[in-house]
């Protein structure tokens, strides 16, 4: 459970709360609070006993926070070396996977060792994919510094690289054995992807928790203030969340799409400006989440105006809620183009799209009756607007 002190594994402050994923022989703990970076190698050894550990990261991350962790694994003698690879997500493809494993595979990694993902999103994928295919399976550590890890893709055992096709279309079910979630390392994050792993945070109230969302509206400043309690609190709660849903639809048959609020629309909105910074997966994720509501709203399966509400929020954070925020949104391709890249998405079943839709805030489903021609209505009446 969220909101409760965490207790072993050297943990015993206050301020560290524990959300346990709760998977039989394969059941973690994610640890959030301030400070766990310094004491990562503790942690580790409490959790997983003695192993030898691997470090990934990327240069951005390896600038501000390597040093530390490889010296806390080097003075208890499980620090054999580190993989540095480029920032961005162009990283996970199969060049940087061949990369990596040839490197981890060097280290002399076991199976009883330890791969630690030291990074973002796009390193926490590409890291555990490695981790789950290097000798068949190794085990790994999520050690996200971004909120957009923190509260989504380091939790689940969701890993994968992207093809030209869409995103994470190729990958494994592989879950960590540990995550730790520094909220402290969150000061050193830029503000645009504070504001991107933010969408995320807002993505768990509007599918299935009403009260954090009006919680979220009324106190989002606090979050970007950094103030320890509110950030705990938030990423406890998204974590909590994703860990009940995970529990109870591990490789996403059923509940687990509801996780995919958004992404339906957000990932064809990022293969089409190419994966590049030109839209961060929070921001597309944003404006995929204001979409689907509007597109409910159309349908009259949700209230009028929720979509109005949402997106005077995300808007008021700073996030783009429509195309048009997008920069260069004249150069996205028309209507049909859009749902040409919707239709990579992994839940579709038999050539039908599953979208995730909102009956109000706090109640999402996911559905496979929207007609591909309402469907493409809507997307030309949003791209003409």
Known sequence: ???????????SAPDIQRVHVALGDRAYDVLIGPGLLQ???NFIESALGACRCGIVTDENVASRHLESVQQALAESNRFVGSVVLPPGESTKSFTQLDHLCRELLSMGLERSDVVIALGGGVIGDLAGFAASI???GVRYVQVPTTLLAQVDSSVGGKTGINAPQGKNLIGSFHQPSL???????LATLPERQMRAGYAEVAKYGLLGDATFYN???????????????????????????????VVRDETESGDRMLLNLGHTFGHALEAATSYSDRLLHGEAVSI??????????????CRPQTAARVAAHLKSVGLPTELEDIPGAGDLPGAEGLLELMRQDKKVRQGRLTLILLREIGNAFATREVEPATLLDFLRRTRGA
């Open 1 to 11: 459970m969220a909101d409760q002190p965490a207790s072993g594994m050297g943990a």
């Open 39 to 41: 004491r990562a190698s």
């Open 134 to 136: 290097l000798r068949r």
């Open 179 to 185: 995550v730790l979630a520094d909220t402290s390392v």
């Open 215 to 245: 919680w979220l509206e009324g106190n989002w400043q606090s979050l970007f203030r950094h103030e320890p309690s509110a950030l705990t609190r938030a990423i406890a709660r998204s974590v909590e969340m994703k860990a009940e849903i």
């Open 288 to 301: 995929g989440m204001c979409l689907a509501i509007r597109l409910s709203e159309e349908l009259n399966i």
